[in-house]
């Protein structure tokens, strides 16, 4: 009657940093200083943006503002924006009501209110990037893993029709 034991955790090694006096200066730095990711972010937002006008969007441009609406909310827990938090009240109840919509009828189509919020969220992205650092990035990032590791999603999308995978 030996006692059963509990499983071993999988080993998982620490990243090693091959320049950690690089990395803790990067860190540091505001991430407005970094023009190139912030640039492709932005045109990612913006082409997603684009599409969802247009009438052309498929699942693939509301996942990328769906993300980003992800990362704003993380970014508003983390106190960067806080007296903004009804855009992204509003901006998550668009992006529901788009899909929703988008699950009955079988196209992305935003009405004149709802763009005007998908907008403001834009924007508060934008400025939420313009002042944080590189870590504080990382640190949003990390938040909104761990909520989708847990099934804390912050936004719900329903299911949409195949055809616009």
Do not use: W
């Not at 030996?2 to 955790?9: L, S």
């Not at 899909?99 to 009405?111: D, K, N, Y």
Request: charged share 25%; glycine share 6%; with cysteine.
């Amino acid at each position: 009657m030996g006692t059963t034991k509990k499983p071993r955790k999988k080993y998982r090694p620490r990243a090693v940093l091959k320049n950690p006096v690089g990395y803790v200066v990067e860190s540091v730095t505001p991430l407005q200083n970094h023009d190139f990711p912030l640039t492709t972010l932005k045109i990612k937002h913006s082409q997603a943006m684009l599409a969802l006008l247009q009438g052309r969007a498929k699942k693939y441009d509301v996942d990328i503002l769906t993300s980003m609406c992800n990362m704003v909310e993380a970014l508003l827990e983390m106190g960067f924006g806080t007296q903004y938090k009804y855009a992204h009240e509003h901006g998550k109840y668009a992006l529901i009501k788009i899909a929703t919509r988008a699950s009955v009828h079988g196209r992305f189509t935003p009405t004149g209110e709802e763009i005007t919020m998908l907008n403001k969220l834009v924007e508060l992205h934008d400025a939420q990037l313009e002042i944080i650092t590189v870590r504080e990035l990382e640190k949003a990032i990390a938040l909104v893993e761990s909520r989708l590791r847990k099934g804390k999603d912050t936004v719900k999308l329903p299911t949409v029709p195949d055809h616009l995978r």
